[in-house]
């Protein structure tokens, strides 16, 4: 990728999070990154060119993060992490969960191609083998309590609406038996 493509991607990023994706023209995403609106269009075709790619990187790395999860051989240290993920993971690059966040709800189609990754489906396999191998009487259902739990902890982070993650965090490893 060129510096004048990360560009692009990087301004395209920030203002999506700052502003929305629907209030975003490529002509300002390429004012912003000091390009023409052509050289956006070249490169990434679209708007939603733009964020298809975004969404890539980002499913990208949440597949590497899952894999690193799945490498913790330790069943109770795997749950810990699992339980930090969210805060992990937006720490790293809020202004893109904030897109992922706000494009869930931009419309139904953005929704339907965007929420459907099979990172999901890998998260809930991993938590249910830690369940299952902690000897959890019903691994399946606290893997469907957990990963709303994880869900909510994503909303609330990224919107900067919790006040006591760490409390809560604190309770979660209480009550996993992971103190």
């Given at each position: 990728?060129?510096e004048?493509?990360?560009k692009?991607l990087d301004?395209a990023?920030?203002l999506?999070?700052l502003e929305?994706?629907?209030?975003?023209?490529?002509?300002?995403i390429?004012?912003?990154?000091g390009?023409?609106?052509?050289l956006?269009?070249?490169?990434?075709?679209?708007?939603?060119?733009?964020?298809?790619?975004l969404?890539?990187?980002g499913?990208?790395?949440?597949?590497r993060e899952?894999?690193?999860?799945?490498?913790i051989?330790d069943?109770?240290e795997r749950l810990?992490?699992?339980?930090?993920f969210p805060?992990?993971?937006i720490d790293?690059?809020?202004a893109?969960?904030?897109?992922?966040?706000?494009i869930k709800f931009?419309?139904?189609?953005i929704k339907?191609k965007?929420?459907n990754?099979?990172?999901?489906?890998?998260a809930m396999?991993?938590?249910?083998d830690?369940f299952d191998?902690?000897n959890?009487?019903?691994?399946?259902m606290?893997?469907?309590?957990?990963m709303?739990?994880?869900g909510?902890?994503f909303?609330?982070?990224?919107?900067d609406e919790?006040?006591?993650?760490d409390e809560?965090l604190?309770?979660?490893?209480?009550?996993?038996?992971l103190?």
């Amino acid at each position: 990728m060129t510096e004048k493509q990360r560009k692009i991607l990087d301004t395209a990023l920030e203002l999506f999070a700052l502003e929305g994706y629907n209030s975003i023209s490529t002509k300002k995403i390429a004012q912003g990154a000091g390009v023409s609106e052509g050289l956006i269009f070249k490169h990434f075709g679209s708007k939603e060119g733009l964020l298809d790619y975004l969404v890539e990187e980002g499913v990208e790395l949440m597949n590497r993060e899952l894999d690193t999860l799945m490498q913790i051989s330790d069943a109770s240290e795997r749950l810990r992490a699992t339980l930090r993920f969210p805060k992990t993971i937006i720490d790293r690059n809020p202004a893109y969960w904030k897109v992922q966040i706000s494009i869930k709800f931009a419309n139904h189609e953005i929704k339907e191609k965007y929420h459907n990754s099979s990172f999901m489906g890998k998260a809930m396999g991993i938590l249910n083998d830690t369940f299952d191998e902690l000897n959890f009487e019903n691994p399946q259902m606290e893997t469907q309590l957990l990963m709303q739990i994880i869900g909510s902890f994503f909303m609330a982070l990224v919107n900067d609406e919790i006040e006591n993650y760490d409390e809560m965090l604190s309770f979660l490893e209480k009550k996993y038996n992971l103190k």
